[in-house]
């Protein structure tokens, strides 16, 4: 039993948000120190914010499909807020002027996909391992 207080379901969204966002930021972040861009706050927010504007549109899509919204660390969730996210961020980024080259939408949608799925199935392993592992103190193994 732990002495932590049960999430909210507005908590939990909010938090797998969080970390989505922060994943966003961070593959701005990458992205620019791999091409010596620097990464000063309003160059990352530049390269980052059509991105995050798709990120942003893919979060209110979770908010409106009840079972993303019920299970916002889940892979159907994750898949939504990816796609929404690339799509958007380069239609973003290429009406604003921005480079839309072939390489970088196949590294942007590969990069953003370890990253908004790669940590939900990460948690999805380290929960199934923790109810395993429960299960197995609670039948005295």
Do not use: C, K, N, Y
């Not at 970390?19 to 980052?48: N, P, Y």
């Amino acid at each position: 039993m732990t002495d932590r207080p049960a999430a909210s379901p507005v908590g939990r969204a909010a938090t797998v948000a969080l970390v989505d966002l922060v994943l966003v930021v961070v593959f701005a972040a990458i992205g620019r120190a791999s091409h010596d861009e620097g990464l000063g706050v309003a160059g990352v927010a530049q390269t980052a914010g059509p991105f995050v504007v798709g990120w942003l549109v893919g979060w209110v899509l979770v908010a409106l499909v009840p079972a993303s919204r019920a299970r916002p660390r889940g892979l159907p969730a994750g898949a939504l807020v990816w796609v929404t996210t690339v799509v958007v961020g380069m239609l973003v980024r290429h009406a604003t002027g921005g480079g839309v080259q072939t390489s970088f939408v196949v590294v942007t949608t590969v990069v953003l996909a370890v990253f908004l799925l790669g940590w939900r199935g990460v948690a999805r392993l380290v929960t199934r391992a923790r109810g395993r592992r429960g299960d197995r103190v609670a039948a005295g193994a």
